[in-house]
């Protein structure tokens, strides 16, 4: 769909006339002109259309390109999905739809998508930053290092590959990433993307057996959870502090057994396997009980 068609069925959708769409803007029959294809506004028209119908410019970007399910927004949501709940088969599927767009579009986002599936893959199969999944990453990488101000998505995609950057690399990047992150508090992305910065940051310091870390950045991501009521994450974020304070020499095992049976109840079955897999490795039993009724 082109521009002037999408600005024009939202308008539409919305019971709006393009007087009352123009007014102020600029005039009725430029308006005209610009649904039908004619020429396309500046920008600063182009923001004040979208804001009088009340639409962000990633959402008219999706309703522009007619809902595809590989729309750039639809791509990063399902991998970020499919990351959180380690599904191998369904990362798998991302990257050829990734493939297939960039083949397409030849734009960058696509590539770096592709890039970022395989790696996933390549770390779920055994937890181990290889050679292969280096070389996955390595464009990423450079493409992060060689932008000054990172803006969402860079902050994104470096959330996303954080998993392959050994401790100092990633506390270094992490710094600039939460500081320059707090800018963009106003936007939806900014709770996604202070969440997990803080949960991957946790999960790969308990990798690397860092512990005194992982509970740090677990405590941070609890508290943003908390904040922003957010189930999934909280549940995450306290079987890994609580897996950090274990390591540490606490003795209280009651959270992560509780979390442990909430990943259960909730069916996230992979992550539960995941996270017992993960217990197992670093000596840690427990007692969830599957059966548990858990009460939010």
Request: glycine residues 2%; aromatic residues 14%.
């Amino acid at each position: 769909m082109l521009f002037g068609e999408a600005l024009q069925q939202i308008r539409k959708d919305k019971n709006m006339s393009q007087r009352e769409l123009s007014e102020g803007i600029l005039s009725r029959s430029h308006l005209s002109q610009i649904e039908n294809n004619i020429y396309f506004p500046s920008y600063d028209k182009m923001f004040q259309f979208l804001d009088r119908l009340n639409i962000s410019f990633e959402e008219f970007t999706f309703i522009k390109e007619e809902y595809t399910e590989d729309s750039i927004q639809q791509i990063k949501m399902d991998i970020n999905e499919a990351a959180n709940l380690n599904e191998t088969d369904k990362l798998d599927e991302l990257a050829r739809r990734a493939n297939r767009a960039y083949k397409k579009t030849n734009l960058l986002t696509y590539y770096h998508y592709e890039m970022i599936c395989k790696a996933l893959i390549c770390y779920q199969k055994n937890s181990t930053v290889t050679e292969e999944l280096t070389q996955y990453i390595l464009p990423v990488k450079t493409y992060l290092l060689n932008n000054d101000n990172w803006y969402l998505y860079e902050l994104s995609i470096f959330n996303s590959i954080i998993f392959s950057l050994n401790t100092e690399e990633a506390l270094v990047f992490s710094q600039r990433a939460i500081k320059r992150l707090y800018i963009f508090r106003s936007f939806t992305q900014y709770q996604y993307i202070e969440q997990h910065i803080y949960l991957n940051l946790s999960n790969l310091c308990m990798e690397h057996h860092d512990f005194k870390n992982a509970q740090f950045f677990s405590k941070k991501a609890i508290c943003a959870s908390q904040k922003y009521t957010s189930i999934f994450e909280k549940i995450c974020a306290e079987i890994y502090h609580a897996i950090a304070s274990i390591k540490l020499g606490s003795t209280d095992y009651q959270v992560l057994e509780t979390n442990m049976s909430m990943l259960h109840y909730l069916n996230f079955n992979n992550l539960y396997t995941l996270f017992s897999t993960k217990l197992e490795d670093l000596g840690i039993r427990i007692n969830a009980n599957q059966n548990t009724t858990v009460n939010f």
